[in-house]
């Protein structure tokens, strides 16, 4: 199934099951316990990220041939930093160039896992179990805030105003039974820019979801973001960087297309 989250003509918040582009089903309950399917059709006036998650958490370098790009070597274990909450952003809002990082701000097409219940010390076996869904997610990166600026920290270029844009649906587990079998994408303007699936990933997600749950308590609610493939601006030749009119659209299969334009601050 397919949740949204949106705005009706009152801008009342909704969780609701799309209809078309303009309509959806609403949502009575818990998306994370129980809840019904109502018969109430309400027109969507704005569309919203599909969570607001409690933790963003993110994986870098999680993608063979995103290392090979990049010159560096396959990680032992997954490479963890985190988005700040800040970052977030609905589908089709416009990523925000910031003036402290006017010329490096970089896409990342990224399959995104929202947790459904409390996960601790979650085995590989079971970790599946504890998926309510996944999302399409864009890590937007600013990347001398991430090698330098930020003291050798990726947070700090990775969690500026609206880099974490997620959407435009979250599909159930149910719907995509093997998520390391996706094609994912990112179009730039009216140019493909990475094109790869999730098998090339060297964690997969349940290895992904039991390695984070050791000792710390994955809220329901926590995104994941599982990594990118390669084709990202900065390890071209010559670098391909974000600029104010260009439009971004992150796409993976059986989910559909996050896009969001792009502009710079005021």
Same mark, same amino acid.
């Given at each position: ?8 003509h009152t ?48 994986? $870098? ?13 396959? &990680?032992?274990? #997954? %490479? !963890?930093?985190? =988005? ?14 910031p003036t ?49 600026? $930020? ?13 974490? &844009?997620?959407? #435009? %649906? !979250?599909?159930? =587990? ?93």
């Amino acid at each position: 199934m397919k949740l949204i989250r949106f705005q009706d003509h009152t801008r009342s918040i909704h969780y609701g099951t799309p209809i078309d582009e303009t309509s959806a089903q609403l949502i009575d309950g818990d998306v994370f316990g129980t809840y019904t399917i109502t018969e109430t059709i309400t027109p969507i006036h704005k569309l919203l990220a599909p969570i607001v998650p409690p933790t963003i958490l993110c994986i $870098g370098l999680n993608y063979r041939a995103h290392a090979e790009e990049t010159g560096a070597k396959l &990680p032992e274990y #997954p %490479v !963890l930093f985190i =988005k700040a909450a800040n970052s977030l952003n609905n589908p089709g809002d416009p990523i925000v160039i910031p003036t402290i990082a006017p010329a490096e701000v970089d896409y990342e097409c990224e399959l995104a896992i929202v947790i459904g219940k409390p996960a601790k010390n979650v085995s590989r076996q079971d970790a599946l179990d504890y998926v309510l869904g996944y999302t399409c997610a864009n890590d937007v990166s600013a990347r001398g805030w991430q090698k330098n600026g $930020g003291g050798k920290q990726w947070c700090r270029g990775k969690s500026f105003d609206t880099f974490c &844009p997620l959407g #435009p %649906v !979250l599909v159930t =587990k149910d719907e995509i039974p093997t998520p390391n079998s996706l094609k994912i994408k990112t179009t730039l303007n009216d140019k493909t820019m990475q094109d790869s699936t999730t098998s090339d990933m060297i964690f997969d997600i349940p290895t992904l979801i039991s390695f984070l749950s050791e000792g710390t308590t994955l809220l329901p609610g926590t995104v994941i973001l599982t990594g990118t493939p390669p084709g990202v601006g900065f390890a071209r030749k010559p670098p391909v960087f974000l600029k104010p009119g260009d439009q971004v659209t992150i796409e993976i299969e059986h989910i559909g297309m996050l896009i969001n334009p792009v502009l710079e601050e005021e």
